[in-house]
Structure formats: C-alpha cells, structure tokens
C-alpha cells in the first residue's frame, strides 16, 4: 500500500499543486484581511481541471501555509494577517523592536512546522478515535472551555491585572453586540444592519493592534528632533543574532512544542473552536510553563513559538472531524469540504477504511504533511529578504502598514463599516495603551464572551425539564474544564501563600 | 501642581459613564437577553472603581513624594498623534467620496510628508509601487472591487 | 484647423456610436454579489454555475461576498448600481419576509429589483439519528412529541429551519424546542450525531451529506412533492395529512430599469446555463436540487413565502 501511496503523491500534478499551493497560501497569508478560507474559495475554480489528490494537496497546502504567512507581519510589523496571528504579534513584534526578529520569524517557522506536520501525523494515526472524541463536546462543555478561556485573560494583564480584566470585560461588552443568539433579540445595535452579526473580528484586531500602534508611534516621532537624532525606535534596526534555533534549545522546547500542538490539534477537531483560540491557547500554555513569567508581552521568544505551534496544529485538527465525519471544523474546512466533495471524495470513516478511498486520501494528508516542510523552507528562505522591511525606517513604512490596514479590513465584507470599525478601536487601542491597559484580553473576551453566553443559553435550551446544574453535573467533559478553572485561578494564590509560608519558616 | 489626579481616574470615570449607559441601554431588553449585558455592565462599573481607587492611591504617593503624577500623555506629543489620526480618518472618508486610488495616492505622500520623511524620491516611489502593486494585486488578480 | 477639429470630432463621436452599440458584454467582467459568506450552499452554487455563464456570456465573471444583515447589506448597497448588465446581485427568497421582523425592519422588496431567474429550491427537511429508538419515522415522532419536549438544533432564529418548527408546534400541538447553535451548521450536525439534540433541522443539502454516511436518517421533506436528492422520503403532508411547505430559494437579480432587450438576454443566458444538464448534476452531487424560475415565477414564489410567514406572525412573536 505505501508503494501505491507514493507514487500517487510523486505525479508531476501533485507536485504542482504543492508548489501553488504553498506559495499563493504564504502570499495571502501576509496580506492583510485576506486568510485562508478566503485563499481556498479563490483557488477553488482552478482545481477543477486538475486531480483529485493533486486538488487536494493544493488546498491543503493553502490552508497551512496561509495560516503561517500572516505570522510574518505580525512579527515585522504587529499586523497580524489572519485571527489566528493575534497572540503572535505581542511578543514577536517586541523582538523586532529588539532586533530580533530574525529570530522571531525562524522560531514561527519551527513551531508551524512542528505543529502542522503534528496535526498531519494525528490526521494519520488516529482520526477516528479523534472524531469520536470531538462528538462529546457540545454547547455545555464549550460553555466551561470559555470559561476556563478567560482565566487566561488574568495572565496576559502584566503588573495590573485590574486593567486586565477591565479590557477582557470591554471584550466580553464588544463581543455582546449583535443578535442574541437564543431569542434573536437585536443588543446595541441600534438599527444598524452592519452590527446585525456583531463587530467582525479581523477589523477590530487591525485597529486595536495595528493602527493604535501606528498612533503610538506618531507620538514618539512628535518629540522635537526624534527623528533627526535617529532617536525614533526601529529607525534602521541592525539584525543580528540568529534564526533558527540551536538543537539544544530545540530538545528543551520540545515539551512545550508537542504541548502546544496536542492543543491545537484538540481546539481544532472541536467545530465550535477556531483558529484563533488556538493561537491564545498555544500562547498561554508557554506563559503558563515557563519559570520566568515576566518576560512575556515583552518579547519572549517562547511565546511566539507556543501560538505558532498550536495556531498550524489546528488546521490538521480541523481536517478529523472533516474527513472522518464529514463535519468542518472551522470555516476554512468548510470550504475545503465542498472541494472534496467535487472531486468524488464523500467524507465519512470509509475514506480510512475502504481500500479504494484509502489510495486517494492517504496521498492527500502525507501531500499536507509535505506542505508543512515545503513551507518551512520557502519561510526560511524569504524570511531573510522580507526581515529587511523591517530595517526601512518607521515613518516610511507606517503610511504603508495604513494603507494596508484600512484595505484589509475593506476585503472580510467589502465594507466600508468595517474600516471605520478599524479607525475607531485604533483610537481606543491608544488610549488603552497609553493608559497601560492591556489590548490582548479585548480580543479573548469577544470570543469567549460570545462562546460561554451562547453555550449557557443552548445549555439552558438543551435540558429540557432537568435543572441546570444537574445538566451540567452530569457531563464528565464539563467537571473537567470547571476543576481546570478552579486550578487555575487558585493555584497561583495557594502557591503564593505555600512560598510565603516556607520563607517563613 | 499639589492636586493633580493621576490619570487612572480620569480613565476610570469615563469608564464608569461607558457602563452606566451600558446598563441604561440593557435595563430596556427583554429578560433574557438582558442577563449577560448587565452582568458584564455591573463588573465594569466595579473595575472602574478599584481604578479609581488605585489612581487615587498613585496619586497620593506623588504628593507626599512631592513630585507631579506622571502624566502618561503629553500635550504636545497627543497633539500631533491627534492631527495623524484626523489624517486617516479624512483618508477614510476620502475613500468613500473620492474612491480608493486617488484617495490613497493623496494619503500616502501626505502622510509620509507629516511623519517628516524628506528625501522626494522616496515618497513618490513609495507612493507608486504601493498603489500599482494593489492595483495589480486585488483589483487585475483577485478582481476584488475597491471602494 | 477648423477643418481637423471638426473631423476629429466626428470620428471621436462615430466611435462612441460605434462602441455604445457593441455588444454585451463586450469583454467586460460581470460582478456576482453574493450576500452570504465563502463557505455556504449560496456562494458554491454560484460558484458551480460560474463556468457555465462565462462560456454563454463569453466574459469573466467575478465572485465577490458581502455578507451580513441577513442579506440586506449586499442588497441595500447595489440598489441603485447602474442597470447595465454588469451588476448581478445574489438574492434568496427570506428578502420578502425578513424585513417583517419589528427588530430587523427592512421596506426593501424583490420588487425593487428585476429578478433574473430562480437557481436553487432548497427543501427544508428533519433529519434525527439513526441508532434513535424513540421513534422510528416522522409518524411515530409526531406521536412521542406530543406527550414529551424533543429538542431540535437550528443554526439561526428567524429564517425557514426555525418557522417551520414553530409551525410544527402551532398545527400539531407537539413540543419541539429549539436549540440554537450559531457557530454553524457543522456544529448543529455534530450536536445532533453526538447524541446532545434529538433532531435537526435545516434543508436537504445540509443533511445530505450525512445521510449518505449514514449518521443521520431523514424523517421529513416540507414541500407538497418529494425530492429529487430523496425520493424515498415521504413529505410531511404524506405523513400528517396537514400542507406544510418551507424552502430556501436562491437567484439571481439585478438593479431596476435595464434595457428590456438587455434584460431579455440575461435572462435567457441564465436560463440556459441553470438548465445545462451537466450543471444540474454536479449540482446533485452537492446535495443541491436545481429548479429554475422564469422572473415571473420566482416572483410569485417571493409572494408566496412572504404570505407564509405573514399567516404565521403571531406564532413567531412578530
């Protein structure tokens, strides 16, 4: 079977489809606003004279790479290209500001290629096992899982975490705009059409991250004779230190790394989770392991590595419950779905079981596999052309990260709504950051506010005449994730008084 | 120079007019709805307060320090980031009116003009090769209609 | 000079003439709005039907996605687009009722529009699991739901999936309650294959996929003749004896007051393309049924969904 699987992969179409897939996928990834579903949709019409493995494989392709591609004007430039690049751009883009992205962009490298070959192999081995897992959870569970999400938000707040969760509640506030999801009922929208489905995530990332950012600048540059002196920061950053990681270093990430993946391969069989949780997960996990926990938001190279990591774990993730049951586990899949489904490749189990099926689909998850390393290398080969971006000085670059900005938002809904979305949290993303309030909790709280209200609500829905905590006690998954958020916001306070208390003694 | 606040304060009393108008609006929803807006509204308004409290705080320990609270925006600095970003809200609208190419083949030299770049060749280059690769990337690749 | 001047003009002019009377389309794209996102039944039934009008209209067409307000973004914002030719705008037949919702007031109309053709009659359907042992088809369902609450998932209040089983409640006296999972339809399916929703409801295409895997049973069409995606599954009036239609249809249009020639030509264009057997098939193969619609007709189907849902307001709370 593996001679045929082979030499199914290594056609000359096959091949091709790799190579298109895995660059157009870097390009849109960079580009901002546009993303992988996006990607596959525009690349869907030119699979249909090809193959179905060779379709497939650049599909495939697309998706990975694209979510890695965004990594790289996060890091260079705190424009993250996709959702899931959010959690990348706090500390990568700290390290260009230090000089070291080179390293930034080769640890995002490492870490997207652990977790999507990671995502691959799990795809391989275990995909029926791993799709009966996902059929567990449901709106009870997600309710626990956003709930032990914005545990998280206490350990992305730094010194104040009063301001943490000041802006994880304006998350949770932003994220309540929009229709009620049990009754319909339309919240602070105010008869606008445009906020009917609530503020588009993409838009408001850009504002808060990107343009703030920006104003930040500005006012650096407004000191009298920054610029002249050269005092302004990134003006003509040296690049030195390293790229890749040492094999030292890379065996003592290596228990972060398969952490990191393991969770994104999870959120990403789960069809109610995307991308983007993802990416704050991998984050976290890294944060929540390392001794030195002050260093993250300032620059920590590990926290690019766990966001990296997870965030391309996901997308093989996604595709267990895709192939296996025929259910997408993100919008991405969702659109990948319908290209299989044009090829003749009906998902079900019988594409791992049945002899014939397993001939195309195996092809197809080794072909992802090889994407993964044929995007680490086109990664490590640009990255060192596209790191000079970074060494054009500022005011140069920032009427073009504008232009950038404003039009990606444009392209989610062509819609101008949006780009005003962008101009407006850019306002309010300064003055938070100004102000020292954290922005990272504003986007965890969209998505877990709207995660836990939703989950509630179905919850209440779904168990007919039992009470509401007996439904929830009897959930094994639910027990799970409350015992996690017991832990984990009394943990830090318990280990704190246990230090205390041995000092003493 | 004895009485000023720190400006925690002041963010933390424009937060609690953001969720008492929060709480206004929510009061009038139906029940169901209703319930996570205004638990989201009544932890807000208590956050704003322990802000005020730790501003209050912050500025009593620069009084008795005799020293002024340190005042996180400068006047003059918030001054010109607040011109910049009037310059991208008028690109914005700009678009709207003037369409996306001209407005950004005004913006771009313009704003790189306000951000004190000098050297000439650099703006018109810059300002070229961004809108001709736009133009050849959404509008004759992706065929995506720009505003 | 005045001599030059005036045959410059001239030829400038019989060259305007000229081209003004060349023919559509004359090599220019023609934009398709589709008013939903990327990855939906909508925007890959356009997406199949693509090669099938460039090769007619002898042109390229252009995809782009305008998603939000339930429609009526894409729709408000091409209203007034020029009416010639190279503007098409996606519509589904909840334009007409949508609107009717106090809390999303909307006085646009398909008729503020020229209809082009009817592309798509996605039947609404009930599908449950197959390893169910509280019932095994919609007869016994019925039956079980009148005495006990039978949970049914639903992506999104206010569109066919939820009023039909409102509809349901109202005609038959049961207790279907509705569990709303917004993330997508995906997540509806797998609450409802995990064992956490008893049943589901949607339309065909969304089931299907599931039903030929065999996680899922369909129990009902609501349409007054069956499917041809399932021909062996009864329509609900079969079962109950009470008429009960509920559909998502899709088409295209575009903004009012077009050259009636240039209308007649898209018309027919469309027309042939949607009717191309090869389009119809690969179309089944997605679960999607083909039914076209001459502007008349797709108008009166707009007509009567709006009827439909205005017998029903109450009922919904409208």
């Known amino acids: ?21 895995t660059t157009v996928g870097m390009a849109m990834g960079i580009m901002p606003g546009m993303g992988a579903t996006m990607a596959i949709s525009l690349m869907i019409p030119v699979t249909y004279t090809m193959g179905p493995i060779a379709s497939m494989v650049l599909l495939a392709s697309l998706y990975t790479t694209a979510t890695f591609g965004g990594s790289f004007t996060a890091i260079l430039l705190h424009t993250p290209g996709t959702s899931s690049n959010a959690a990348t751009a706090r500390d990568g883009y700290e390290m260009t500001r230090q000089g070291r992205g080179l390293e930034a962009i080769g640890t995002a490298i490492t870490g997207s290629l652990f977790g999507g070959v990671f995502g691959g192999v799990a795809l391989l081995a275990i995909a029926p096992l791993l799709a009966q897992l996902a059929l567990k959870f449901s709106s009870p569970e997600y309710f626990f899982i956003a709930i032990f999400g914005l545990t998280i938000i206490g350990s992305l707040s730094g010194d104040e975490p009063v301001k943490g969760f000041a802006t994880g509640l304006l998350g949770l506030a932003v994220g309540v705009v929009g229709m009620e999801q049990s009754t319909g009922y339309m919240r602070y929208t105010f008869r606008n059409l445009n906020l009917m489905n609530g503020f588009t995530m993409v838009p408001v990332l850009l504002g808060l991250f990107t343009i703030s950012q920006m104003l930040v600048q500005m006012e650096r540059m407004a000191k009298p004779g920054a610029i002249e002196k050269g005092q302004v920061i990134d003006d003509g950053i040296k690049f030195s230190g390293k790229f890749f990681m040492s094999g030292k270093e890379f065996l003592q990430r290596l228990p972060l790394m398969i952490r990191a993946a393991v969770l994104g391969v999870l959120i990403g069989i789960l069809p109610g989770a995307g991308g983007d949780i993802g990416s704050w997960v991998g984050y976290n996990e890294a944060k929540r392991s390392a001794k030195d926990k002050s260093t993250f938001g300032k620059g920590e190279v590990l926290g690019v590595l766990g966001s990296e990591t997870a965030n391309n774990a996901v997308c093989g993730g996604a595709y267990i419950p895709l192939l296996t049951l025929g259910i997408p586990g993100s919008g991405a899949s969702a659109v990948l779905m319908t290209g299989l489904i044009i090829h003749g490749l009906q998902p079900g189990v019988s594409l791992f079981t049945d002899p014939a099926k397993q001939q195309q689909i195996y092809p197809i998850i080794i072909g992802y596999i090889l994407a993964n390393i044929l995007m680490c290398i086109l990664g490590a080969l640009i990255a060192k052309k596209v790191i000079n971006v970074a060494k054009i000085p500022m005011n140069a670059i920032m009427p073009i990260v504008i232009v950038l900005a404003l039009i990606g938002s444009y392209s989610i809904n062509r819609s101008m709504f949006d780009v005003g979305v962008t101009v407006a949290f850019g306002f309010i993303g300064y003055f938070m950051r100004k102000l020292k309030f954290p922005t990272a909790p504003v986007v965890l709280g969209i998505i877990l506010g709207q995660m836990a209200e939703a989950g509630l609500y179905a919850s209440i829905q779904m168990k007919k005449s039992a009470s509401l905590l007996g439904f929830f006690a009897s959930r094994p998954i639910c027990w799970l994730f409350f015992i996690l958020t017991i832990a984990s916001i009394f943990a830090p306070m318990a280990m704190n008084a246990i230090k205390k208390r041995s000092l003493k003694v | 120079m004895k009485n000023k606040l720190h400006i925690d304060v002041y963010a933390g009393i424009v937060m609690i007019a953001f969720a008492a108008w929060w709480i206004l609006e929510a009061s009038k929803f139906p029940v169901v709805p209703r319930r996570f807006p205004m638990f989201v509204g009544i932890a807000f308004a208590l956050v704003a307060v322990l802000i005020i409290i730790g501003g209050i705080k912050k500025s009593k320990a620069s009084w008795t320090a005799n020293e002024e609270p340190k005042a996180v925006i400068q006047w003059s600095g918030f001054k010109y980031t607040l011109i910049g970003f009037a310059g991208i809200v008028l690109y914005a609208v700009a678009i709207n009116y003037i369409h996306f190419f001209p407005a950004t083949l005004i913006f771009v030299p313009l704003m790189m003009l306000f951000l004190r770049v000098r050297k000439w060749h650099q703006i ?16 004759y690749e992706l065929k995506i209609t720009l505003p | 000079m005045k001599k030059l001047l005036v045959l410059a003009l001239a030829l400038c002019l019989v060259l305007t003439s000229v081209a003004a009377l060349a023919e559509f389309p004359d090599g220019k794209p023609i934009h398709i709005y589709v008013c939903s996102g990327e990855s939906g039944a909508t925007s890959l039934g356009i997406n199949l039907l693509k090669p099938y009008l460039e090769k007619e209209f002898n042109t390229s067409f252009v995809v782009e996605y305008e998603k939000g307000g339930g429609g009526f973004i894409c729709w408000l914002k091409h209203q007034y687009d020029k009416p010639d030719g190279y503007t098409w705008i996606v519509v589904n037949d909840t334009m007409d ?120 049973k369909a129990l009902c069409v609501f349409n007054n003749e069956r499917s041809q995606i399932w021909p062996d599954v009864p329509t609900f009036e079969e079962v109950t004896g009470i008429a009960l239609s509920s559909h998502s249809a899709r088409g295209i249009m575009m903004p009012k007051g077009g050259d009636e020639a240039l209308v007649q030509r898209l018309v027919e264009g469309i027309a042939k393309c949607t009717q191309d057997p090869e389009y119809v098939k690969i179309m089944a193969e997605q679960s999607l049924e083909v039914v076209y619609k001459d502007p008349a007709q797709f108008q009166e189907l707009f007509d009567n969904s709006k009827a439909d849902v205005v017998a029903i307001k109450d009922v919904l709370g409208w």
């Open chain 1, 1 to 21: 079977m593996l001679a045929g699987v082979l030499s199914a992969l290594f056609q000359w179409d096959v091949l091709f489809g790799l190579i298109i897939g």
């Open chain 2, 124 to 139: 018109v280059l810059t300002d070229l090769i961004l809108n001709g690769l736009i133009w050849l990337i959404f509008v």
């Open chain 3, 97 to 216: 009722f949508a609107g009717l919702n106090p809390q999303t007031p909307q006085t646009l109309t398909s008729r503020d529009f020229q209809l082009l053709g009817c592309q798509v009659v996605d039947i609404s359907a009930l599908a449950g699991r197959v390893d169910e042992t509280r019932w095994t088809d919609l007869a016994s369902l019925v039956e079980y739901a009148k005495e006990n609450e039978v949970t049914v998932s639903v992506s999104a209040l206010g569109n066919e999936d939820a009023n039909v089983i409102y509809l349901m409640n109202n005609k038959l006296g049961t207790k279907f309650n509705l569990v709303v999972n917004s993330q997508s339809s995906a997540a509806c399916i797998a609450d409802v294959i995990g064992g956490h929703v008893d049943l589901y409801s949607n339309n065909v295409a969304s089931a299907d996929s599931q039903v030929k895997q065999g996680n899922m």
